[in-house]
């Protein structure tokens, strides 16, 4: 429901910002985030917390 999605986003949108609070405190130069490329609705979310496309930056795995 609407409200459902209202109340996650508060969440969501609270916890990052006591993350970058946190971070901040630490004195940490930077959050590095990773999301994929077809979440619009996650890369909207982490743009309105300020975040920006690092372009020249590939995620990386090694699977065992």
């Not at 996650?8 to 004195?27: F, I, K, S």
């Not at 999301?35 to 795995?61: P, Q």
């Amino acid at each position: 429901s609407g409200s459902r999605k209202s109340c996650d986003a508060w969440v969501g949108t609270r916890l990052m910002r006591h993350l970058m609070a946190v971070a901040r405190q630490r004195h940490c130069a930077r959050l590095d985030l990773n999301v994929r490329t077809w979440n619009r609705r996650g890369i909207k979310f982490y743009e309105s917390l300020g975040a920006c496309v690092v372009e020249d930056r590939l995620s990386m795995r090694v699977l065992f």
